[in-house]
């Protein structure tokens, strides 16, 4: 048996266990700068003797640290709260330890005989004397007096024992005393926590192939088209505008349309094709412009309040710069050609994965992070990347680190459609948002258990959803019915479950439904290997509910966060609702989805009217946002009907209190 470690064995006091934490502290937890964070601290002594217990928190690589006293509750229990001011990565520490002088007052209270009221005042001399020590300033004076008036108290053997008591147990001075504890022995435990700025935790993303933003057919998108298009996505209300790859694109092996492994000429290939002759992961394709038309880009869509996100695909093609100049950072079959990517049966011939197991690893990763380094120089601070769980976990995470430590309000979203553990486990280690399976989460009892889970389970404090109903990969076999009902419902869904979601436009919009064969989840005439027009004026198109509820989200607290999730009880498999409340303001939004596609569903909704503070006697409004119309409900079961023709969801928003059933007068 290994001799354990020599211990401090004067340290009485236990902290069991501090909380909230993810895998016993090995991961940071997540939080959005200026959001609170409550700590509670398990902790305890022996004995009878009392216990102090302060929490500790600061900027990691910041001078100033902070600290706040931690409140007790019943069974051991401790808590405090803080807020970090801005992102970064944290550091809080629970200390705790005994507290002698606090011990001493607690007793002396206590104490009605004289003899031992004088004792007491000996022992409490020593203490303050000791603290004074520890003073200073004015502080040391106070305590010594202080300390000299308990000595001479004790050796008056006649005086008052209650103005005795009295003056010992001063608080103005035990708080000086407070100041000065002795924590030469106390008992510490140290988390961290990363901060992210408010767009990590609500955004509105809008995925778009830059080279289809051409208003001519057939002609290649370039920036310029996109920032024509720029205004069409500001007043739909999205704040986050992603692009896949927008580096040249290989020739080798390169794809043709619907992914024919033959290209003929003129076929764009696949963007996720990364490299050629002219460039690789920090070049642009020159078809989509030149830096200076990027930067305007980025320069017009921040004057929009959009922000650019660019994909992070850690690939190259065949003609990619790194195949000849790295050839080590690639595996090799037996024949000495490089292994492109499977996933069978799927075979991306035009794709070589870098090698995460190869002997110059150190030089792939320090090249790998250059090229995140380099997009933020050019002013990105958004990256959507592309498998994460098909490169190293332990890459990303120091990678993550690294760049966050330097920009910490860089965000990377993980598109990890994957085992539940891995999308955790990515989580964890830094991603600022992570995909869900919310595309394939259709029914009533499905998307209960799992944004349940999401919103209340142990993964709410790392894992930060976002929810798409369609992406380039995924047409889901519910939207290639076409059906508008259907987009409508999974539109409002996506919107309201979560704080993130985004769509990939314009097939979203524009009902794009057409797969690619029967079975398959996969575009017909897919924009990955072939430019598309889209002519987004169309009526029958989206774009009306789509603006309506990105502004719904902008002006409702609730929908900003996926904490105060709670789903309700509704007499109608085919009908969901749910509500979701903002702690600080009150703001309650309750949500109700007709699922059936076809039909007009009804039924029952049972409301917690407790946890709305709602007076079950008194009359309430509720004011749907989407249709702008008022109903005046009454405690917890109410009726509510959905013609998916006419609107396929309520987002009612709850008003308080009603002034007069006549004039639908109401207070927040």
């Known amino acids: 048996m290994t001799e354990a470690k020599p211990i401090e064995g004067r340290v009485r006091a236990v902290i069991d266990a501090v909380l909230p934490a993810v895998d016993g502290g090995r991961f940071p937890i997540k939080r959005i700068a200026g959001e609170t964070v409550e700590i509670e601290a398990h902790c305890f002594t022996d004995g009878h003797d009392k216990l102090r217990v302060v929490l500790r928190w600061q900027c990691i690589g910041a001078r100033d640290e902070y600290e706040v006293e931690m409140k007790p509750y019943p069974n051991d229990v401790w808590r405090a709260e803080f807020a970090p001011p801005r992102a970064g990565r944290y550091r809080y520490t629970v200390a705790a330890w005994v507290d002698h002088f606090e011990s001493w007052r607690g007793e002396l209270e206590r104490r009605e005989d004289r003899t031992d009221i004088c004792m007491a005042l000996l022992v409490g001399s020593a203490l303050i004397e000791t603290a004074a020590r520890r003073a200073q300033g004015g502080d040391a004076q106070i305590l010594d007096e202080w300390s000299a008036?308990?000595?001479a108290a004790a050796a008056d053997g006649g005086g008052d024992p209650a103005a005795q008591k009295a003056m010992a147990l001063d608080a103005a001075r035990a708080a000086i005393v407070a100041r000065y504890a002795d924590r030469s022995l106390a008992e510490t435990r140290s988390l961290e926590l990363?901060?992210?700025?408010?767009?990590?935790?609500f955004s509105s993303w809008y995925e778009m192939f830059p080279r289809s933003a051409s208003s001519e057919p057939g002609r290649h998108g370039t920036f310029q088209d996109v920032e024509a298009r720029l205004p069409y996505l500001a007043d739909m209300g999205f704040d986050v505008l992603y692009f896949p790859p927008i580096h040249p694109i290989g020739r080798i092996n390169r794809k043709g349309v619907n992914n024919t492994l033959a290209a003929k000429p003129g076929?764009?290939?696949?963007?996720?094709?990364i490299g050629a002759a002219e460039g690789g992961h920090k070049d642009i394709l020159p078809q989509l412009g030149t830096f200076e038309e990027f930067h305007r880009l980025l320069a017009k869509s921040r004057e929009l309040g959009i922000e650019i996100a660019l994909d992070l695909a850690f690939?190259?093609?065949?003609?990619?710069?790194?195949?000849?100049?790295?050839p080590a950072w690639f595996k090799h079959r037996p024949d000495g050609s490089v292994q492109y990517a499977e996933n069978p049966p799927k075979k991306y011939q035009d794709i070589y994965p870098f090698d995460f197991e190869t002997e110059d690893?150190?030089?792939l990763w320090k090249e790998l992070k250059s090229i995140v380094d380099f997009w933020i120089g050019h002013g990105v601070n958004i990256f959507r990347v592309d498998n994460p769980h098909t490169k190293a976990f332990v890459f990303w995470e120091w990678l993550i680190y690294g760049v966050k430590r330097d920009h910490p309000d860089v965000i990377f979203l993980?598109?990890?459609?994957?085992?539940?553990?891995?999308?955790?486990?990515?989580?964890?280690?830094g991603f600022s948002q992570s995909y869900t399976y919310f595309t394939w989460r259709n029914t009533k009892q499905e998307l209960t258990e799992y944004f349940t889970d999401l919103a209340l389970g142990p993964g709410r404090q790392y894992y930060r959803p976002n929810v798409w109903p369609n992406t380039p990969d995924i047409l889901h076999e519910t939207l290639q019915l076409g059906l508008r009902t259907v987009f409508a419902a999974r539109l409002v869904l996506a919107a309201t479950l979560c704080a993130n979601y985004g769509i990939y436009g314009p097939t979203y919009e524009l009902l794009e439904s057409a797969p690619r064969e029967p079975g398959s989840e996969e575009y017909r005439d897919s924009e990955k290997y072939q430019l598309r027009h889209w002519s987004v004026e169309r009526s029958d198109s989206l774009w009306s509910l789509i603006a309506r509820m990105n502004r719904i989200r902008r002006?409702?607290?609730?929908?900003?966060?996926?904490?105060?999730?709670?789903?309700?009880?509704?007499?109608?498999?085919?009908?969901?609702?749910?509500?979701?409340?903002?702690?600080?303001?009150?703001n309650a939004i309750l949500t109700v989805v007709n699922l059936d596609p076809h039909r007009s569903q009804s039924g029952w909704v049972d409301l917690d009217v407790g946890a709305l503070k709602l007076d079950a006697e008194q009359p309430y409004q509720v004011h749907?946002?989407?249709s702008d119309q008022r109903y005046l409900w009454r405690g917890r079961r109410n009726y509510v009907m959905l013609d998916p023709q006419r609107a396929p969801a309520h987002v009612f928003r709850l008003r308080r209190r009603v002034r007069s059933e006549q004039d639908f007068d109401y207070y927040l």
């Open 414 to 429: 993980a598109e990890a459609f994957t085992r539940p553990k891995l999308m955790h486990a990515l989580a964890k280690l």
């Open 361 to 363: 690893w150190r030089a």
């Open 555 to 586: 002006e409702n607290a609730a929908l900003q966060s996926d904490a105060g999730l709670h789903f309700c009880a509704v007499d109608n498999d085919q009908l969901i609702a749910y509500l979701k409340i903002d702690p600080a303001s009150g």
């Open 315 to 326: 690939q190259c093609a065949p003609d990619h710069p790194y195949v000849k100049a790295h």
């Open 149 to 151: 008036h308990l000595r």
């Open 624 to 626: 749907d946002l989407l």
């Open 194 to 201: 990363v901060a992210d700025r408010k767009r990590a935790g």
């Open 267 to 273: 076929d764009v290939g696949s963007p996720w094709a």
